[in-house]
């Protein structure tokens, strides 16, 4: 497992730009797979974006497409999530996952061990 930290959450109006960020420690994240999840009260967890390994491959549910980019530094052991033109749907608690196989964090998230513990995102019309 890897420990994951995020930050940048905040509260922003529609429109708006906010970029979160998750640091990772404990191992390299360069050695998982990468992904932001968003949760609101009642529903289940909703994957959001991910990134392979190499960062040569990135996924994208269709409501943030266009909108949202994924990205990751290894050498600082963080990965990003550049939220632009934000609307109040966005409005979740964000939480990044780790995973050594992508295919986990796409199709398997009860699988997903390495979890962080959110950051509220909060979108204002």
């Known amino acids: 497992q890897v420990h994951l930290e995020e930050s940048g959450g905040g509260l922003g109006q529609a429109g708006a730009s906010l970029r979160l960020s998750c640091a990772a420690s404990?191992?390299?994240?360069?050695?998982?797979?990468l992904a932001w999840f968003r949760q609101v009260p009642r529903e289940e967890r909703e994957s959001v974006a991910a990134i392979n390994k190499r960062g040569g491959s990135t996924y994208y549910i269709r409501s943030v497409k266009g909108r949202f980019t994924i990205s990751r530094d290894d050498a600082k052991n963080t990965v990003y999530l550049q939220m632009n033109s934000l609307k109040p749907e966005d409005t979740a608690i964000y939480y990044c996952a780790a995973d050594p196989r992508i295919d986990t964090l796409l199709t398997e998230v009860r699988r997903v061990k390495s979890w962080g513990h959110g950051t509220q995102v909060t979108v204002s019309s």
């Open positions: 404990g191992q390299p994240c360069s050695n998982f797979a």
